[in-house]
Structure formats: C-alpha cells, structure tokens
T-cell receptor
Framework: AQKVTQAQTEISVVEKEDVTLDCVYE???????LFWYKQPPSGELVFLIR??????QNEISGRYSWNFQKSTSSFNFTITASQVVDSAVYFC???????????FGQGTTLQVKP | KAGVTQTPRYLIKTRGQQVTLSCSPI?????VSWYQQTPGQGLQFLFE???????NKGNFPGRFSGRQFSNSRSEMNVSTLELGDSALYLC?????????????FGQGTRLTVV
C-alpha cells in the first residue's frame, strides 16, 4: 500500500519558535518522489520542495529545512524562527515513480501566534 | 507565464444536477491532474491526463469523469450530484512526462451541493 501519514493535525507555536512537521510514507517502489506543499487560506497549493528517492541529501532554504531519511521512511520539514506568515496547512505528498499521481497526507495546520 | 486557471471559482448546484469544471494548465504542460479536497477525506486523487489520454484514475464512482483536449485544457464532470460531492476541486499541471516533477496547482473550484 502507498500511504502518507502526517500525525500532527494541528500545531500552535509562538512567533520565533522553531517547529518541525512530521511526515512518514509507505511505498514499495524503489523510485518515488516526495513533496511538501503549503496551502494558505486562499486555497491554492504552493510548492515548497521536491525530493527523489535516490537523493537523501538534506536541504535548507532560508528558514526552511528538510530531513529525508529512507531508513525510517520519513521526510520531515522544519521551520526555524517561525513567523505569523507561516500560518497555513502543510501537506506532505508521495508521487509513485511510474505515475503522475500525488498521494497526500492529511495535512498539518500550523498556527503561529505573534 | 500564466499559472493554472480554474473556472468557475465557486458553484452552487442542487442534488441530482450535473456540473462541469474547467482547468487551463500552464502553457506547454501536457499533464493535468484533478484532486478533491474535503474536511473529512483530505486531498484525494481523482484522475490524471497526459496528451489527451487518461493515465490514472482514483477510487471515485463513475459519476466522476474527465477529459483533456488537444490544447491540454481539461474538464471534469460530475453527474447526479450528491451532497457529499461538496468540496474544493483542485487541478494541477506538470511539465515533461508529468511524473516526479513539480505540480502547479490552480486556486480551485469550490462546489457546494444543496
């Protein structure tokens, strides 16, 4: 079975705190892709990052960083020094290698309070 | 470069009616996918088209159908609407073969069935 689990339904932090959003995936494919998307109240999904199954290198982009560990089937997302503008729903998604289909987790609602 | 355009943005329909939603992908993108988003079920894959051919279909009843035109624009149709079809319908387009690349999403069509 192919599945994505985001165990944290809602997270609330105070501005400037660091926060980590967890993502665990299941797939038997050897080739697959992982994504993180942000959904602000406007509804449009905004792409944050893409990783393929052969690239376990962690990535940092400004205040955002991602930790991909195949051994634990996890692809976690950390926001450093959170800001109110980071408040949104964040989705982790799995793309099996032989399709264009995205399998989404249930999403984590992040609220950053001033 | 224009983004993914979905029309209409909002729709109210009565049970039993049918509805057609439209999606114009980013110019040059030949892969278009559709997703249904509800509070209870989250984001679920409906179907994917590539060069006018349906390449994948999710677990939805036959009332849900779609097509893609030669200019890559896509439509999805829901017949005999039920209350449970009320949802945000999102369209995504991708370049290349549409597998593993970044999916660009439209702002969605909010369908309410009464």
């Amino acid at each position: 079975a192919q599945k994505v689990t985001q165990a944290q339904t809602e997270i609330s932090v105070v501005e400037k705190e660091d926060v980590t959003l967890d993502c665990v995936y299941e797939t038997r494919d050897t080739t697959y892709y992982l994504f993180w998307y942000k959904q602000p109240p406007s509804g449009e999904l905004v792409f944050l990052i893409r990783r393929n199954s052969f690239d376990e290198q962690n990535e940092i982009s400004g205040r955002y960083s991602w930790n991909f560990q195949k051994s634990t089937s996890s692809f976690n997302f950390t926001i450093t020094a959170s800001q109110v503008v980071d408040s949104a729903v964040y989705f982790c998604a799995l793309n099996p290698g032989n399709t264009g289909k995205l399998i989404f987790g249930q999403g984590t609602t992040l609220q950053v309070k001033p | 470069k224009a983004g993914v355009t979905q029309t209409p943005r909002y729709l109210i329909k009565t049970r039993g009616q049918q509805v057609t939603l439209s999606c114009s992908p980013i110019s040059g993108h030949r892969s278009v996918s559709w997703y249904q988003q509800t509070p209870g079920q989250g984001l679920q894959f409906l179907f994917e088209y590539f060069s006018e051919t349906q390449r994948n279909k999710g677990n939805f009843p036959g009332r849900f159908s779609g097509r893609q035109f030669s200019n890559s624009r896509s439509e999805m149709n829901v017949s005999t609407l039920e209350l449970g079809d009320s949802a945000l319908y999102l369209c995504a387009s991708r370049d290349g073969q549409g597998m593993g690349t970044e999916a660009f999403f439209g702002q969605g069509t909010r369908l309410t069935v009464v």
